[in-house]
């Protein structure tokens, strides 16, 4: 493609065309693409994907957006909507500068560059919704027998579904947002004033938030993306800065040194 666009939806279906990646005049940077109008507009209102292989002479599209489109000598063009919970996020546009046939592999890829935008803003989405529900929580977590509390059982599998979300988020401040409320959650149980803590890796703790909430090494590399060898060895990593030879010793040494909830 000469030219790669899109924007975000903003208001009732409108799309504001702010990403760009080949301009030459920047002509279309800022326009705002109405719901159901230009190739993008309609792409929204039909939610799914709408190639042309000459803009300015395309059928069954409004064409207020010519002179713009013209302006950046654009001629066959694909919109494809970003759809995340049945919702249109944004619309993705890949552009050449003739009036061809957009071949399939061409279309393939325009429409797998929007999955993955899917993708991200979804678990992004997931992400920022466990955080606001952390940021919500007011009531206090201690307990006289907190490892048989039913509300650190809940605090303890969004640890380790946080840690797992933190893996697919591409935004470095959400991730730095998601490793801040991890180690709020795992230093909620944790006793001031106790022995130092030794210290363990990002994966080390991913595997081990996993293995605490009772799965397999083979449930935990399904949701790390690892390997089982990988998983074990992790393990085997952590058991020995911990001095423990067992799971179960592991994990609860790691909840009493506040590296886990």
Known sequence: ???AFGGAVSGPGHVQLSEM??????????????????????AVALRRPIAVNDYGSAKGISHQYNHVV????????????VVVNRSVRAVLYGAVRQAVPLGDRTLDAVRDAA???EQSLAVQDEVNRRLAD???????????????????ETVREAYAEL???AQQV???????????ACEKLAEAGNHPGGPPVPALSARELDVLSCVALGWTNSDVADQLGLRIETVKSYLRSAMRRLGCHSRLDVVNTA???????
């Open 255 to 261: 909840r009493g040194l506040g590296l886990l909830p």
């Open 1 to 3: 493609m000469d030219l």
């Open 170 to 180: 591409a935004d470095s401040d959400i991730r730095d947002r998601v490793s801040a």
């Open 134 to 152: 952390l940021d919500g929580e007011t009531a206090p977590l201690d307990c006289a027998d907190p490892a048989s509390s039913p509300r650190w």
């Open 163 to 165: 840690r797992i979300l």
């Open 21 to 42: 990646v080949g301009v030459t005049t920047g002509a279309m940077r800022g326009v705002t693409v109405g719901f159901g109008q230009g190739l993008g507009g309609r």
């Open 70 to 81: 013209a302006a950046e000598g654009l001629r066959a063009m694909a919109a494809v909507p």
């Open 115 to 117: 999955r993955d935008l």
